[in-house]
């Protein structure tokens, strides 16, 4: 069976945040896109996206669709080849491999719905269910807004909260303090720099933040792109604050990186960034040969079902954006139970279809559908 045709969709959702916008360390937006791809074949659909600018949309309708196009739906990681192949040229990381991301899950989710299989039973998963961390926190949020978001899934069961930090360093003793209050003293805190701050700089916070707060989980206190860093802060810091990076990593090689030396104590993937399902495995594979657990970036729809398939699986970002976002554009997403994301295993493929009714009103890309 070949694939029929292929189309590509752009929403742009704006934030709900303070004035419009969200912020983090080192950037303020004021609304999020999702690109997302169906592609069709025997009379039914496989739906997969990414998030990124609108340009990843053109990029798939310009570099993939004719690839796939006309193409055998049985093997998706064939496909994949064919596609990482084209876009050589063009531009394999960043904005390519969002592309073929979303591409390669829409891929999966067809021969899953073709096989009337949930996508997590059509994949050598090694487990049922994906823990997950509340994330959000922003760094233009007021106290109250924090501490409520927060709190607020602490109190739906979820253990272990997220909360951008070092925008404005000298802000977070007060914040982090408010949220250690509101939470209690058994949930774990995590924090996430985005790579905001310099060596000598994240070293100091990283002892303050677990010997004040007992924070956990310090993600990206430097660039990812700063491998030296990262490892100085391994190895000097608190024993008991992991170190995390890897949400940008869109090859192999980027993984590689990561693992080697190591740079982080816990190594993170995106499944829309580092090629989608057929991607994943690469980093699920460095990360169980060098003893480290993964955890999964954002995309909870999506991440609930890839992530089951990775054996040394830590956790879920359950990301306040993608949660709002996927929840305003898509049916059939999924939400905490217990602290836990359970696949739908009662809907075939991915479980999800899209709301065009509501989605229209944020379309930037592709033709409307009527």
């Known amino acids: 069976m070949e694939v029929d045709s292929v189309e590509v969709h752009a929403f742009e959702v704006p934030t709900d945040g303070p004035d419009g916008r969200e912020e ?35 990029f798939a309708e310009s570099e993939l669709a004719d690839v796939v196009r006309g193409r055998s739906v049985t093997s998706p990681p064939a496909l994949w080849h064919l596609m990482d192949r084209r876009i050589r040229n063009a531009g394999r990381p960043g904005v390519g491999a969002m592309a073929v991301s979303a591409m390669d899950v829409a891929l999966w989710d067809l021969k899953a719905r073709l096989l009337e299989l949930p996508l997590v ?15 959000g926190g922003f760094t233009n949020y007021s106290l109250d807004r924090l501490t409520d978001q927060l709190a607020g899934w602490v109190d739906q069961g979820i253990p272990r909260v997220k909360l951008k930090t070092s925008r404005d360093p000298g802000c977070d003793p007060r914040r982090l303090t408010a949220v250690r209050t509101a939470v209690g003293d058994e949930p774990e805190i995590f924090t996430d720099a985005n790579g905001a701050l310099g060596r000598k700089e994240a ?18 206190p430097v660039s990812s792109d700063d491998l030296a860093g990262l490892r100085m802060l391994r190895a000097r810091g608190p024993a008991r604050l992991e170190i995390a990076a ?18 982080v104590d816990c190594l993170q993937a995106d499944v829309t960034r ?56 898509l049916d059939g997403t999924l939400s905490p139970d217990g602290g836990v994301l359970r696949p739908d295993t009662g809907r075939p493929g991915l479980g999800l279809d899209v709301k065009w009714a509501d989605a229209e009103r944020y379309r930037v890309w592709g033709t409307r559908r009527t």
Do not use: I, K
């Not at 990593?249 to 190591?262: I, M, Q």
């Open 246 to 263: 890897g949400e940008y990593a869109s090859t192999a090689r980027d993984f590689a990186g990561l693992v080697e030396g190591p740079a």
């Open 274 to 329: 580092c090629g989608g399902v057929t991607g994943l495995p690469a980093a699920a594979g460095l990360a169980a040969a060098h003893h480290m657990d993964l955890s999964a970036h954002c995309a909870p729809a999506l991440s609930a079902h890839a992530f089951c398939a990775v054996r040394r699986l830590r956790h879920l970002e359950y990301f306040h954006d993608h949660v709002r976002v996927e929840s305003l554009l």
């Open 121 to 135: 039973h059509l994949l050598p998963a090694w487990h049922d269910q994906v823990p997950v961390y509340g994330s």
């Open 203 to 220: 070293l100091y916070w990283a002892g303050r933040f677990h010997d004040e707060w007992d924070v956990r989980w310090f993600e990206e």
């Open 24 to 58: 983090d360390g080192t950037l303020a937006w004021e609304s999020t896109t999702m690109v997302l791809v169906r592609v069709h074949a025997g009379g039914r659909t496989g739906l997969g996206y990414t998030y990124g600018d609108v340009a990843v949309a053109a």
